[in-house]
T-cell receptor
Framework: DGGITQSPKYLFRKEGQNVTLSCEQNLNHDAMYWYRQDPGQGLRLIYYSQIVNDFQKGDIAEGYSVSREKKESFPLTVTSAQKNPTAFYLC???????????FGPGTRLTVL | GQQVMQIPQYQHVQEGEDFTTYCNSSTTLSNIQWYKQRPGGHPVFLIQLVKSGEVKKQKRLTFQFGEAKKNSSLHITATQTTDVGTYFCAGPKAAGNKLTFGGGTRVLVKP
C-alpha cells in the first residue's frame, strides 16, 4: 500500500520539552511539506523540502526544525522556542514542488 | 507575498440546494488545485486546473479557473450531507513553486 504515514496520532508533552513528529512516505516523491492547522483555520506552511538533504523555511518556521536525510522521511521537531505549539500538524508529499499533494493523517499535539 | 483568499469562510446550505465558493489570488497562478478536508480528517486532493478558463466537472462538483488565472470557483449542485467539510484552494505562483493555500470554506449541510 503506497501512502504517507504520520505518528503518533495524538501526542502530549509538557511545556519546555522538544518533541519530534514523524512523517514517512513510500510514494517515491521528491517534495515533502509540513503544515500547521489551528482549529477552524487554514493550512500554514512550516517547512518544505524539494529534494533530499535540502529544505526551505515556510511562512511560520520559527520554533521548528526539520531534516531530510532520506527521501522517505521528513521529521519535524517542535522546539521549546515555539510559543504556542498546540495544534494539528499535517505532513504532505508531492512528485514535484507545486504538484498535487498527498497528506498524511496528521498528528494532534497538545502541550500542557 | 502571494495571498490566496476564499469566500465565504462559512457556508450553511440546505440539503438539495446549490452553492458556490470562490478563490482569489493576489498573483497569477500556474495552476489551481482544490482539496477537501472532512471534519477530523486530512485534506484530500480533488482536482487541478491548468488552462485559462478551464472548466472541469466531477459528478455534482464543477470547478472553473478564471481567464486571468487569478481566481477559481467551485460550484456544488444538489448538496448532500456527504459534502460536509472544508474546501481549500491552492496554487503555485509559478511551476515548481510551493503551493499557497486559501483559508478554506467550511460547508455545513442542513438536512
Amino acid at each position: 500500500d503506497g501512502g504517507i504515514t504520520q505518528s503518533p496520532k495524538y501526542l502530549f508533552r509538557k511545556e519546555g520539552q522538544n518533541v519530534t513528529l514523524s512523517c514517512e512516505q513510500n510514494l517515491n516523491h521528491d517534495a515533502m511539506y509540513w503544515y500547521r492547522q489551528d482549529p477552524g483555520q487554514g493550512l500554514r506552511l512550516i517547512y518544505y523540502s524539494q529534494i533530499v538533504n535540502d529544505f526551505q523555511k515556510g511562512d511560520i518556521a520559527e520554533g521548528y526544525s526539520v531534516s531530510r536525510e532520506k527521501k522517505e522521511s521528513f521529521p519535524l521537531t517542535v522546539t521549546s522556542a515555539q510559543k504556542n505549539p498546540t495544534a494539528f500538524y499535517l505532513c504532505a508529499s508531492s512528485t514535484k514542488t507545486g504538484g498535487e499533494q498527498f497528506f498524511g493523517p496528521g498528528t494532534r499535539l497538545t502541550v500542557l | 507575498g502571494q495571498q490566496v483568499m476564499q469566500i465565504p469562510q462559512y457556508q450553511h446550505v440546505q440539503e438539495g440546494e446549490d452553492f458556490t465558493t470562490y478563490c482569489n489570488s493576489s498573483t497569477t497562478l500556474s495552476n489551481i488545485q482544490w482539496y477537501k478536508q472532512r471534519p477530523g480528517g486530512h485534506p484530500v486532493f480533488l482536482i487541478q486546473l491548468v488552462k485559462s478558463g478551464e472548466v472541469k466537472k466531477q459528478k455534482r462538483l464543477t470547478f472553473q479557473f478564471g481567464e486571468a488565472k487569478k481566481n477559481s470557483s467551485l460550484h456544488i449542485t444538489a448538496t448532500q450531507t456527504t459534502d460536509v467539510g472544508t474546501y481549500f484552494c491552492a496554487g503555485p505562483k509559478a511551476a515548481g513553486n510551493k503551493l499557497t493555500f486559501g483559508g478554506g470554506t467550511r460547508v455545513l449541510v442542513k438536512p
